[in-house]
RNA sequence: GUGGACGUAGCUCAGCUGGUAGAGUCCCGGGUUGUGAUCCCGGUUGUCGCGGGUUCGAGUCCCGUCGUCCACCCCA
């Protein structure tokens, strides 16, 4: 044998029994996108490296480490996206969609970052992402918070919370962070060695350390909140109104500041307590200056992405992920003729019972080989051929879910014996 | 990138202070010449993650390496 080929590292599959989670949770966004009237919009996986320099900030962690980038063939310097929201707006830029437009827009793939994997966190990962461009809100932000509520509510998760915060214009932010510089400058020497890179690079940054020394001083820091222009406050009044008339609760957190940089006036996060540290389960806000930013025509926009892994992890923990959906008929077949009747036999039975679900045997063996597979299989049915009921006209047909007895019944009305046994044993019991 | 725990059969794991591997499960066959889940009997399956070292002898000790998980960090 030769040396077997591992799997990359932080990439996984999923495999059949997990598979159902998934599909609950596609089939649930398809719906809840559609009723808020996003549009499905897919973009490429690689993209030029500048791209994500550009949008999301030379100076942020992804985009200094976590990028997979390479040179292609030609020499150009490629990377395979770390998040969605940039490459879509390329899209919209290179398509010529902006102009005053508006587009509400979503896309769910798989993004790359190299992270040492842990819990909740791998090198390739499936994101949700909801774009709205060209609203510049706040109604827009509360919707979209709203339909994310609303994600929770179908899927039955219950440990999520909310946290809200602005982060102002650029302007203004900048003059915080100015504030913020100089506040940290005098305790520099109570601050970590992680907290001190920071006060160069991302001085905001230190507000969400999570070392327990650094509490105190953090709190006496100036609030990003009490210095936002008079329009971003407005704005976040405005939202906070919004998700109060509508029910939403949400906790204000000051110190929510995002690792993106073209951020602007509202972030929030849902958070849970259930994934151990990597506890976002979807976060977002708006970029008004992006679009702008990649050379496009200045237009507003708001979005959030969510870390589909974490979200099935929160479903399976809730016991809300279906198993994969058993066979409903184990057709048993036994003896030479029987068994090359068996494949005609349960084609016809396809074309006549199109919703059921059935499972020809395979591959051959005995009696007791062939129930042992029908009991496994989850099948409610079992449909037996053998060269005796062959040469009859008829086959056996056994329930194996419950005690009532095994039946023939002649091969034509087949079809509507298995269909009234499985109606009869889905009903509930009187 | 840093730290900790752990890598033994397809899977879940046992293997005490070094004496050349074991259980359950799964799969296959039989008990039941054509009937599953239960029960009984039998059978297949291991480069003990990989590479070095110490030793008469290493799954066990030491070093390195790869991987998994968790935490830091970062974030979805």
């Known amino acids: 044998m030769t040396v077997e080929i591992q799997p990359i590292r932080g990439m996984n599959d999923v495999l059949p029994a997990e598979i159902g989670a998934w599909q609950r949770l596609d089939a649930c966004v398809r719906e809840l996108v559609a009723s808020y009237g996003y549009e499905e919009i897919r973009v490429p996986i690689v993209e030029h490296t500048t791209l994500f320099k550009r949008a999301i900030g030379e100076y942020t962690d992804v985009v200094e480490k976590e990028m997979y980038t390479f040179s292609d063939q030609g020499g150009d310097s490629l990377t395979l996206r770390p998040e969605a929201t940039a490459g879509i707006m390329r899209a919209l830029i290179s398509n010529g969609m902006l102009r005053g437009q508006r587009h509400k827009l979503w896309c769910v793939g798989p993004m790359f970052r190299h992270e040492r994997p842990q819990k909740g966190r791998y090198r390739q990962f499936n994101q949700l992402d909801l774009e709205a461009v060209g609203l510049p809100g706040p109604d827009v932000d509360a919707e979209l918070i ?42 520099e020497s109570a601050l970590d060695s992680d907290s001190r890179r920071r006060l ?63 951020y602007s006036r509202t972030v929030f996060e849902w958070i849970t307590d259930a994934l151990g540290s990597q506890d976002a389960v979807c976060s977002g806000g708006r970029y008004d200056g992006l679009i702008a930013q990649l050379g496009g025509e200045p237009t507003p926009g708001v979005g959030f992405a969510m870390g589909m892994e974490r979200v099935v992890e929160l479903l399976v923990q809730a016991g809300k992920a279906p198993p994969g959906r058993a066979a409903d008929v184990y057709v048993v077949v036994s003896g030479a003729r029987a068994s090359a009747a068996g494949l005609g036999l349960v084609e016809r039975l396809r074309d006549e019972l199109p919703a059921r679900r059935f499972d020809l045997n395979l591959g051959g063996g005995n009696f007791k080989a062939q129930f042992r597979r029908a009991d496994r299989s989850g099948a409610a049915l079992a449909v037996i051929l053998g060269d005796d009921e062959l040469a009859r006209g008829v086959a056996a047909v056994k329930p194996l879910r419950n005690e009532a007895g095994q039946s023939e019944c002649p091969l034509p009305e087949l079809a509507a014996a298995i269909e009234a046994v499985l109606t009869g044993a889905a009903a509930p019991a009187e």
């Not at 809200?164 to 506040?183: C, F, K, Q």
């Open 146 to 187: 709203a339909l994310a509520a609303r994600l929770w509510r179908r899927l039955g998760i219950e440990r999520v919370r909310l946290e809200i915060n602005s982060l102002g214009t650029p302007e203004s932010r900048r003059a915080y962070r100015d504030m913020l510089v100089s506040y940290f400058r005098e305790h």
């Open 200 to 262: 160069e690079g991302n001085p905001l940054r230190i507000l969400d350390s999570k070392n327990p020394q650094m509490h105190a001083i953090i709190a006496g820091a100036p609030l990003l909140t009490d210095h936002l222009d008079p329009e971003s406050r407005e704005h976040f009044a405005a939202l906070c109104a919004a998700l109060d008339s509508i029910g939403i609760s949400y906790r204000i957190n000051p110190r929510l500041v995002r690792g993106l940089d073209y």
